[in-house]
């Protein structure tokens, strides 16, 4: 978010005064191929005006005496934008930044172009963290919260850079003046942090999540020969996060190699990481620290898989809803296995799929216009 302090004027397009400085409104581009388009008074930014930086970010805003004061909009190269409040050209005050796709993704104060006090970081899956950043603007101590997407339910403790270290159970109340204070549940146990490798589903595998188990329980599925399924604990809205994805962390390559019976609990969660709960995990006795593996498949799904950062697990998978879903409900996903045959056997699925999938598409009959 630098000016043009170090910058060397090199072109100038637009009226000069007397001494041939910039005068009214004019275009001056740098030595760094940084370009600043607005009103000059005798070579001084003075009234509205625009930096464009060289890597593609924009600076705008209202400029005294050569220097950004008041609100400032700074655009990033990637479309995120920060409004800020500027004293003499430095960030200084209330400030809040939003992602190239207008979510807002901090919420807090700068002083001297770097952030203090008390701040919200917030992700793009509901989560965020609360707390008070350190002399470097990192979000390190021990009252520091994450808070789970229904902004109640939080993590309060200890944190390193707004990762998880030790925290406990609590619940966010916020006071008369609108400032956050999180009340500690009694004899909660200690959450830290607890991302799977290839060979460790979890440090504390019988340590449910303490959102998860408001929202959902598991029983015996609606669906005839499925076992277990996932439900709903209470009603909730469209767009509501249930429950969570966890499991080991392994290879597309490992997963396409071995047969379709190893792999009913995973899900793809990027192009390198494949997410598992292999056996013995997949039965409540043995882990349930999470448990979006034991939602079934439906061709008309009330709920979807999303992506997730989770305070304890990591980067994960959430199960959210799509629709409005009433307490007791069976939460169903898509799989989504590929319905394009891959050869004589049909799309590259297990069996069972393949089974409902004809029957599906029976009962919805033939495509419209044949």
């Not at 005050?93 to 901090?106: I, K, N, R, T």
């Not at 609590?170 to 006071?175: H, P, R």
């Not at 007791?328 to 989504?336: C, F, P």
């Amino acid at each position: 978010m630098d000016s043009d302090d170090e910058n060397i004027e090199e072109a100038v397009e637009g009226p000069l005064d007397e001494d041939g400085q910039p005068h009214g409104f004019c275009t001056v581009t740098y030595s760094s191929s940084d370009r600043f388009e607005g009103h000059f008074t005798h070579g001084e930014k003075n009234g509205k005006g625009k930096f464009f930086f060289f890597d593609g970010s924009t600076l705008e805003g209202f400029y005294v005496d050569d220097a950004l004061q008041g609100q400032g909009i700074y655009t990033y190269e990637d479309g995120g934008v920060l409004h800020g409040t500027y004293v003499d050209g430095d960030l200084n005050g209330p400030a809040q930044e939003f992602d190239g796709e207008g979510h807002l993704v901090f919420k807090g104060q700068y002083k001297d172009n770097n952030r203090c006090e008390e701040c919200w970081v917030y992700y793009p899956d509901g989560g965020c963290v609360f707390g008070e950043v350190n002399e470097d603007g990192e979000m390190t101590g021990e009252s520091v919260a994450y808070i789970y997407p229904d902004r109640q339910t939080a993590l309060y403790g200890n944190f390193v850079d707004g990762e998880l270290i030790e925290a406990r159970l609590a619940t966010l109340i916020s006071n008369e003046s609108g400032s956050p204070r999180f009340e500690i549940t009694p004899n909660s146990p200690l959450y830290s942090y607890d991302k799977s490798t290839s060979t460790c589903i979890a440090t504390h595998t019988l340590l449910p999540d303490p959102y998860e188990s408001q929202k959902v329980f598991v029983a015996d599925s609606l669906i005839k020969g499925a076992g277990q399924g996932l439900f709903a604990k209470t009603d909730a809205e469209t767009d509501t996060v249930m429950a969570f994805y966890n499991g080991v962390r392994i290879t597309h390559s490992e997963v396409d190699s071995r047969d379709w019976a190893l792999n009913g609990n995973t899900i793809s969660l990027d192009e390198d990481t494949v997410i598992d709960v292999p056996p013995p995990f997949e039965l409540t006795e043995r882990y349930c620290a999470s448990l979006g593996h034991k939602a079934n498949h439906s061709f008309t799904p009330n709920c979807k898989y999303d992506p997730f950062v989770h305070p304890r697990f990591g980067p994960i998978k959430c199960i959210r809803t799509i629709r409005a879903v009433q307490k007791d409900e069976e939460l169903m996903v898509a799989y989504g296995y590929d319905h394009e045959p891959t050869g004589k056997n049909g799309p590259e699925a297990p069996d069972w799929y393949k089974q409902e999938l004809k029957e599906f598409q029976l009962r919805q009959g033939p495509p419209t216009g044949q």
